[in-house]
């Protein structure tokens, strides 16, 4: 059974930085890219950042210079480090990994207030 678990979401202030992890499980081809989603309340999910296999990145103009991901391929987790938060950067983040098969987490919120 494939288990995506998503953590490192909360409250913070404007400025601020939290860290968010998703580790997969029961995932038995190898994972190609991973990357992180955002969705925010009445909006669509909008791409954060994506990483491959290589370590090549990719990320939304929004949050470049700002948001860092990395991944650890034998642990089969992706991290995203997000820095100078802004409200703005609220919503429910997913992490998405691609084997033969896409999968989806479950989402963790990040609320940063003003």
């Known amino acids: 059974q494939v288990q995506l678990v998503e953590s490192g979401g909360g409250l913070v202030q404007s400025g601020g930085s939290l860290t968010l992890s998703c580790a997969a499980s029961?995932?038995?081809?190898?994972?190609?890219?991973m990357g992180w989603y955002r969705q925010a309340p009445g909006k669509q999910r909008d791409l954060v950042a994506t990483?491959?296999?290589?370590?090549?990145?990719n990320y939304a103009d929004s949050v470049k210079g700002r948001f860092t991901i990395s991944r650890d391929n034998a642990k089969k987790t992706v991290y995203l480090q997000m820095n100078s938060l802004k409200p703005e950067d609220t919503a429910v983040y997913y992490c998405?990994?691609?084997?033969?098969?896409?999968?989806w987490g479950r989402g963790t919120q990040v609320t940063v207030s003003s």
């Open positions: 029961g995932i038995r081809f190898s994972i190609n890219a």
């Open positions: 998405k990994v691609n084997t033969i098969t896409t999968y």
């Open positions: 990483i491959t296999r290589a370590g090549d990145t």
